[in-house]
C-alpha cells in the first residue's frame, strides 16, 4: 500500500479509503449490505472484475473488510469489521455532501444503473400486485444492447432482465431525460413532475402505471439513504 509518509489521521485514512473506486465498494458492502463478488460488481458498472478483486484484496488488509470462503461452495463472502461498519457515518456525510455540493450530470445519470439501484435494493415488495408483471425500459439516449431493459416482477420479487423474458409487456416506461429518472429515485423531484415535463413516458395498463411509483420504497419521503 502506497503511503503518504505523514501521521495525520485524515492521510493515514485515505491510504486505506481513497483509491479510485474503493468508497464505491465499501458503499455496497456496508450501506447497502451487498455479500457477493457479483453483488458488489452489479453495483459498480464500470468497474473490471480484476480491479474490484484488488480492491477488495487492499480493504482486507486495510481492516475494514473481511473476506470468508462460502460455506459449502466456491467463492467468497464480504463482511464490514468494526472498522468498517464505523464508515457507514463517513459514507452518509459525503451522501450530503455530494447532493449538496456535486453536480449530477448525464455521466452519473446511467437509466439501467438507477432500475438496478432501484430494483435491488428499493422495490417496496409488499406494493406489488398479485400476478406476474413485466414492464419494459427503454432509454432513447442510448444506443445498443444497453438500450432496453425489463422488470420481471412474479411471485412476490422483483428481477432485471437484459432481454425480453417472454409473455406480455404490462408497461413501457420511456426515459427521455436520465437526470430526471435519477433525481426522482434520490427523491428530489416528484414522479408526476417528471411525467408532466415529458421525461418520462409511461404507456400501457392505467392502473400499473399509477401503481409503478409507489412501489419506490422512499417514494414521497423527507429522508433517503444511501443511492448509487
Known amino acids: 500500500m502506497r ?12 491510504e486505506i479509503l481513497a483509491e479510485r473506486w474503493s468508497l464505491i465498494v465499501l458503499r455496497n458492502i456496508v450501506i447497502l449490505g451487498c455479500r457477493t463478488f457479483n453483488e ?30 462460502k460455506p459449502g461452495g466456491s467463492g467468497s463472502t464480504y463482511e464490514p469489521t468494526q472498522a468498517g461498519r464505523e ?9 450530503h455532501w455530494g ?15 438507477v432500475l438496478w439501484m ?3 435494493f428499493y422495490l417496496d415488495r409488499d406494493q406489488f400486485p398479485s400476478g406476474r408483471v413485466l414492464i419494459r425500459f427503454d432509454y432513447p439516449t442510448l444506443s445498443g444492447p444497453g438500450s432496453l431493459s425489463w422488470l420481471l416482477i412474479e411471485r412476490g420479487d422483483a428481477e432485471i432482465c437484459d432481454k425480453h423474458p417472454g409473455g406480455e ?4 416506461v420511456v426515459v427521455h ?10 427523491g428530489e423531484i416528484q414522479w408526476r413532475e417528471a411525467l408532466r415535463s415529458g421525461a418520462i413516458e409511461v404507456n400501457g395498463s392505467r ?6 411509483p409507489t412501489w419506490h420504497r422512499h417514494h414521497d419521503r423527507g429522508s433517503q439513504p444511501l443511492h448509487a
Open 40 to 69: 458488489i460488481a452489479d453495483g459498480a458498472p464500470g468497474l473490471s472484475r480484476g480491479l474490484l478483486s484488488k480492491r477488495l484484496r487492499e480493504l482486507e488488509r486495510g481492516g475494514v473488510i473481511e473476506i470468508h470462503p
Open 177 to 186: 431525460d436520465p437526470i430526471a429518472f435519477a433525481r426522482w429515485h434520490l
Open 169 to 172: 409487456e404490462h408497461l413501457v
Open 99 to 113: 447532493s449538496k455540493w456535486a453536480e449530477l450530470t448525464p455521466e452519473h445519470a446511467h437509466p439501467g444503473v
Open 118 to 120: 432501484w430494483a435491488t
Open 87 to 95: 464508515l457507514s457515518a463517513v459514507l452518509v456525510a459525503l451522501q
Open 3 to 14: 503511503t503518504y509518509g505523514q501521521y495525520c489521521p485524515i492521510a493515514r485514512a485515505s
Open 207 to 212: 392502473a400499473l402505471a399509477r401503481a409503478l
